[in-house]
């Protein structure tokens, strides 16, 4: 056989580049990490890849990553706030901007909401790929999260730029940058796992966005966390599921530097580093242990 070198750089036959058996899948989150490393050189070229081809054939290309949420926010701003009059929530310095208060939310949920639904659906889209070409089953998958980093990045700057044209922007408004990384990590993680079985069952994406969407209902993005207060009646278990669960702490955590110019508690910061590592290493791990096998059988 002729030598071909590998997406790794490494020199090999060409049958090589054939191989999509779990005899050679890395069943460990750890092995498969050390894998994924090997072939950073292709994760770089595919997240290039697809930040090129996102918006190809479109006249305003990557300014529709800003004029979606912008357009998103100026909907739900005229009919929560105009149209149904739901209570602005005022911040600790007497600002009072439901916009401002929206945004700040929709910044972080979109991290999660955009990495796991993007991730989730991308396993099948590289099956056909991996049976002419090897590379771990897990590259494909950073390197489209890595694109929706930088996709999602840039509605952080706008959201900056829309608070610091008010004179709302303070130091504070750095914990962004950790809520956002806590978001993606756990849509990356919740994105693997459900990635396998929306392999074999097509119904997981589509009751998956079922729950994207009912999550922007049942989450602190349009309405504050404190009305929820006293609002169960004779279900008061409810209360801290829909204000305590990760996702709602994780929009307050971002929110409380950008709207509110508070510092998280060390609570907050451990409780979400604790649930954003364990979704990663649970999902990595399931992915790793089922990507080959499913695969073989598509």
């Given at each position: 056989m002729t030598a071909i070198e590998r997406p790794d750089g490494a020199m090999g036959r060409s049958d090589?580049?054939?191989?999509?058996?779990?005899?050679?899948?890395?069943?460990?989150m750890v092995a498969s990490a050390k894998e994924a490393w090997k072939f950073r050189g292709f994760i770089s070229y595919m997240t290039k890849r697809e930040l090129r081809t996102t918006y190809t054939r479109s006249y305003l290309g990557w300014i529709w990553s800003l004029l979606n949420p912008i357009a998103e926010v100026a909907i739900y701003t005229l009919v929560f706030s105009v149209?149904?009059?739901?209570?602005?929530?005022?911040?600790?310095?007497?600002?009072?901007?439901?916009?401002?208060?929206?945004?700040?939310?929709?910044?972080?949920?979109?991290?999660?909401?955009?990495?796991?639904?993007?991730?989730?659906?991308?396993?099948?889209?590289?099956?056909?790929?991996?049976?002419?070409?090897?590379?771990?089953?897990v590259a494909a998958a950073l390197?489209?999260?890595?694109?929706?980093?930088?996709?999602?990045?840039?509605?952080?700057?706008?959201?900056?730029?829309?608070?610091?044209?008010?004179?709302?922007?303070?130091?504070?408004?750095?914990?962004?940058?950790?809520?956002?990384?806590?978001?993606?990590?756990?849509?990356?993680?919740?994105?693997?796992?459900?990635?396998?079985?929306?392999?074999k069952y097509r119904d997981i994406s589509y009751l998956y966005t079922i729950c994207l969407r009912l999550g922007f209902y049942l989450l602190p993005l349009i309405w504050p966390i404190e009305s929820a207060t006293g609002r169960f009646g004779s279900f008061p278990w409810l209360e801290p599921i829909i204000t305590s669960n990760p996702f709602a702490k994780m929009i307050e955590f971002g929110r409380s530097g950008m709207m509110y110019q508070q510092w998280p508690s060390l609570g907050d910061w451990l409780y979400l580093s604790i649930f954003s590592a364990a979704t990663i290493v649970i999902g990595w791990t399931i992915f790793a242990r089922s990507s080959a096998d499913v695969a073989e059988g598509l």
């Open positions: 090589d580049l054939t191989i999509f058996s779990s005899d050679s899948a890395s069943t460990t149209l149904l009059d739901i209570s602005r929530p005022t911040s600790p310095n007497g600002f009072d901007s439901f916009p401002h208060f929206l945004m700040s939310g929709i910044a972080i949920w979109g991290f999660y909401r955009m990495v796991s639904s993007k991730v989730l659906s991308n396993f099948m889209g590289t099956v056909r790929l991996r049976r002419k070409l090897y590379f771990p089953p390197s489209t999260a890595l694109s929706t980093l930088v996709e999602a990045s840039l509605l952080l700057v706008v959201v900056s730029i829309f608070f610091a044209a008010w004179g709302q922007l303070s130091i504070h408004a750095i914990i962004v940058i950790p809520a956002a990384i806590f978001a993606a990590t756990s849509g990356l993680g919740v994105g693997l796992a459900l990635s396998v079985a929306n392999s």
